[in-house]
């Protein structure tokens, strides 16, 4: 490939399922709310949440979808490309930052509407989160994920619909069902603090209802199971 050629993907990202996330210290499923996500216009796009591979941008509904290109004189990005070639079936992977005081648990007989979808309690709910990169992996948390090619006028077909000054209206995103959340929590078993991996965000684990004085940004991850 020469400097001039886009090699665009698209990720389905986010299915808007609920997620394990029990190493981060979730002791029942999470689920991510789409319809308060937020992120920049573009990101980067990394390899295992570690290695820049390229970026893009996102489309948010009922579920997240990233369309961008993947870097033209990057090893990493043009193994992908290659394996992306071959029909591979990678997945991805959101990094995404969130507060503590942005998560709500809802506890078993109790119900939640997220994402399109009802939840069952007992299961936790995460508001507010931004998209800081989004990874192609082999095995993603969320298994309904894909990463596939795209010719650059799809790509370009994407942008300008972006870019139109009389966009569509939104997609209709059902908001969270009012619940009584005043059921306590249950008592999160302390997890490691895991050390940073540049450039990837910075990665902490704490109980994830257990709310500090002062509010700190926390950041968490839906990457590979090994």
């Known amino acids: 490939n020469n400097g001039s050629t886009k090699r665009a993907i698209k990720m389905e990202a986010y299915s808007g399922a609920a997620v394990d996330l029990w190493d981060y210290g979730f002791d029942y499923p999470v689920v991510y709310n789409i319809a308060s996500m937020k992120s920049k216009e573009k990101f980067a796009f990394l390899a295992d949440h570690y290695e820049a591979i390229g970026h893009g941008n996102a489309t948010l509904a009922n579920s997240v979808s990233v369309e961008g290109i993947l870097l033209n004189n990057n090893e990493t990005a043009t193994e992908i490309w290659n394996n992306l070639n071959e029909d591979f079936p990678y997945e991805a992977s959101l990094g995404l ?12 007989g109790k119900s939640v509407v997220v994402n399109g979808e009802t939840f069952k309690g007992p299961v936790y709910v995460v508001d507010n989160t931004i998209i800081k990169e989004s990874s192609v992996v082999n095995f993603g948390r969320d298994s309904n994920t894909s990463v596939v090619k795209m010719t650059e006028e799809q790509l370009m077909t994407i942008k300008n619909k972006a870019a139109d000054p009389k966009p569509a209206p939104k997609e209709k995103v059902d908001p969270i069902t009012p619940v009584n959340n005043n059921d306590p929590a249950p008592t999160p078993t302390p997890t490691p603090v895991v050390a940073p991996v540049a450039p990837a965000p910075v990665i902490v684990n704490a109980p ?4 500090p004085k002062q509010e700190m940004l926390r950041v968490i991850q839906l990457f590979n199971k090994y």
Do not use: G, T
């Open 208 to 211: 994830p209802v257990a709310i």
């Open 97 to 108: 930052r969130y507060k503590y005081s942005d998560v709500s648990f809802y506890a078993e």
